[in-house]
């Protein structure tokens, strides 16, 4: 038994211990610190939102991390562009958006690589 007769892993007057080895100790908080920032981006995904504009910030689009659409909104006044320009619109402004998503997905995922370990 580690410690001597009767003694209780890390109850030596020490800091505690939950294993009794320091070693696998600080891997297990190194992997519980990993699964806290895993779950913080996770959160970060599910409420990032790309967001793009066009005709002059007359159409504007909002989409969700994976790029489905979330917002549309067309000024009143592009409706006066007419249906092919308007659609043009619609499109390069989701195009933005999406393009816009993937950049802070990217971001939020990256940051998991930065630092794999924890520290």
Not at 21 to 37: F, S
Not at 47 to 65: I, N
Not at 95 to 115: C, F, K, M, P, R
Request: proline share 6%.
């Amino acid at each position: 038994m580690r410690g001597g007769r009767g003694s209780v892993p890390g109850m030596s007057g020490g800091p505690y211990s939950p294993t009794g080895d320091p070693e696998t100790d600080r891997l297990l908080a190194v992997i519980e610190g990993q699964t806290t920032r895993m779950q913080e981006v996770g959160r970060s995904l599910a409420e990032a939102r790309g967001r793009g504009e066009a005709a002059g910030g007359q159409v504007s689009v909002e989409v969700l991390a994976g790029g489905a659409p979330a917002a549309l909104h067309i000024d009143p006044r592009a409706l006066r562009l007419g249906s092919e320009a308007l659609a043009e619109a619609i499109l390069a402004a989701s195009g933005e958006a999406v393009g816009d998503a993937t950049e802070q997905a990217g971001a939020l995922l990256n940051s998991l690589l930065e630092d794999p370990l924890g520290g």
